[in-house]
């Protein structure tokens, strides 16, 4: 084994012991939520005086003043509630959390208030979730079968959309579609939230969706030597297409309106991004992501994510750094890294211009503002070891799925 990959591979393991640890960062984040100046916390870059681009701190030595729950503190603040009042009273507090004090805030995170109820009590064991829009899905077992929910947040409606025997092993939503991989079978379904119909796709694993469009790994041309090939389906249109079928193997499809981004593995100990666009039939390599021993590409999709025409990823020659990369433009930027010493991004996720990704911590990052802001693992002290999904993000909205609770806050921007 190389050096480098087994340094790679022990800085991985640490740091999925930390998420579930949830040691040292709880306490900081956690600590500014509440109002209180966060502990410094070790690793962490104090306030930066670079005038571009403008990197507001995770932590600061010394914090200024929160966002107000009122926009006089901070001029042009925008807040919005996270909460509606029930029976004329405000059921939850409206001051986000002080970090960052400029560009971005992130209101506090609290029992989700949806028409009328005071909160959304989930499925118990809800696991798999995905967020799109204010469409929330996950599954839970019950009497021994895994059952498939949706949940709607605006509303608060839940309700079962399928089962999934033996298990599941993907789940993503995108409007009014759910796609799933059904375990053990493989096999590729599709759910309508409008129609209330489910749909058998095709054999296949790692699913994803955007608008109508779904894409899957497909095994169907092994015998013609290609281990892996990615497939499409038109929900709308009722219609399959090939998307890539070229030698090797194709993984870990994540689609964008038109852009699929996929990774494709060259021998044992190279993965390959590359991008696809389904109606041009253009496609080229990004560059190569992470890799450990032994390759894993479950890991590996954990280092990119695509939204609209824009690719998050971590090249595997600048493991401490986040890449922007434009489709259209064929451009590429590094984010600055708010993280002191030995960095390492991962399990990123990308909607419209918001980045949220783990260095130790969970960061979010403004593509539009060029401002990192903080991210809590979890919304209050109550909850400090209770779990640790990774926030869901989606049109500016964060939700915790934690235990049998749901708890949502909107990302602030200052105009």
């Known amino acids: 084994m190389k050096i480098r990959q087994f340094v790679q591979l022990l800085y991985t393991i640490l740091s999925l012991l930390v998420m579930m640890a949830l040691a040292g960062c709880s306490s900081t984040l956690i600590g500014a939520m509440q109002g209180t100046p966060p502990i410094p916390q070790q690793g962490v870059s104090p306030l930066s005086s670079t005038p571009q681009p403008d990197l507001s701190p995770l932590v600061n030595l010394n914090p200024p003043p929160q966002c107000p729950p009122t926009a006089t503190a901070q001029p042009g603040a925008k807040i919005v509630p996270t909460c509606p009042p029930v029976d004329g009273q405000a059921p939850c507090a409206k001051i986000p959390t002080p970090l960052p004090y400029k560009g971005v805030c992130i209101g506090a995170p609290l029992p989700a208030i949806l028409a009328g109820t005071k909160s959304i009590r989930l499925p118990v064991g809800l696991f798999g979730t995905a967020l799109s829009g204010n469409s929330l899905v996950g599954a839970a077992k019950e009497s021994g079968q895994i059952k498939l929910y949706a949940v709607d947040l605006n509303n608060g409606q839940i309700r079962q959309i399928g ?238 799925v934690l235990g049998s609770d749901l708890f949502t806050a909107q990302i602030v921007r200052n105009q």
């Open 163 to 400: 089962t999934s025997d033996p298990g599941i092993a993907e789940m993503q939503v995108a409007g009014q579609y759910v796609v799933w991989n059904q375990g053990g079978t493989n096999n590729v379904f599709a759910y309508d939230l409008q129609k209330g119909q489910e749909i058998r796709i095709a054999r296949g694993a790692y699913p994803g969706v955007s608008g109508s469009i779904v894409v899957w790994v497909d095994w169907r041309d092994v015998d013609q030597g290609d281990p892996a090939n990615i497939y499409g389906y038109d929900l709308a249109l009722g219609k399959e297409f090939s998307v890539v079928t070229r030698p090797g193997k194709q993984v870990s499809p994540k689609i964008a309106d038109q852009w699929v981004a996929y990774l494709e593995i060259a021998g044992n100990e190279d993965y390959r991004l590359r991008a696809h666009h389904i109606q041009t039939g253009e496609d080229f390599e990004v560059g190569a992501v992470p890799v450990f021993v032994p390759p894993s590409d479950l890991v590996a999709a954990g280092y990119f994510a695509i939204s609209d025409n824009r690719l998050a990823w971590v090249p595997a020659q600048d493991l401490g750094a986040v890449h922007i990369y434009d489709l259209t433009t064929r451009k590429e930027r590094v984010l600055p890294n708010p993280v002191l010493g030995f960095s390492h991004p991962m399990l990123l996720a990308l909607d419209s211009d918001i980045l949220v990704y783990w260095d130790e911590q969970w960061i979010g990052y403004d593509l539009s503002r060029d401002v990192a802001f903080s991210i809590p693992q979890f919304p209050s002290d109550e909850w400090r070891g209770e779990g640790n999904t990774p926030p869901l993000l989606s049109e500016s909205r964060v939700v915790w």
